[in-house]
Nanobody
Framework: QVQLVESGGGLVQDGGSLRLSCAAS????????MGWFRQAPGKEREFVAA????????YYADSVTGRFTISRDNAKNTVFLQMNSLKPEDTALYYC??????????????????????WGQGTQVTVSS
């Protein structure tokens, strides 16, 4: 069993920054493909960013490219999401997700929530205007 625990959410003003963390346990972290997704009230869950097992490949939704950065520290079993230049439309519950069984292929693979077997409980990010 894999446990994912997100932290770092909060209330920030338009243009501000936050850094989300997701700590994983239960299996070898370096075997996980990791992703961040978010869900705003009344909307479907959407892809934000993903990172390959080694950290050598990263993928971003168009809406966050240039503002968000995903990274991982395999020695600390943690994945991060640095969020800069936050906008009110970034307000959502942010989820960390992990997959340890599939072989990713192509950027679209990382964007599909059904490719991730494990999910955290989420951390709320609220951006005020």
């Amino acid at each position: 069993q894999v446990q994912l625990v997100e932290s770092g959410g909060g209330l920030v003003q338009d243009g501000g920054s936050l850094r989300l963390s997701c700590a994983a346990s239960g299996r070898t972290f370096s075997s996980f493909t990791m992703g961040w997704f978010r869900q705003a009230p009344g909307k479907e869950r959407e892809f934000v960013a993903a990172i390959s097992r080694s950290g050598g490949l990263t993928y971003y939704a168009d809406s966050v490219t240039g503002r968000f950065t995903i990274s991982r520290d395999n020695a600390k079993n943690t994945v991060f999401l640095q969020m800069n230049s936050l906008k009110p439309e970034d307000t959502a519950l942010y989820y960390c997700a992990a997959d340890a069984t599939r072989i990713p292929y192509g950027s679209m693979w990382y964007e599909a929530p059904e490719n991730y077997d494990y999910w955290g409980q989420g951390t709320q990010v609220t951006v005020s205007s």
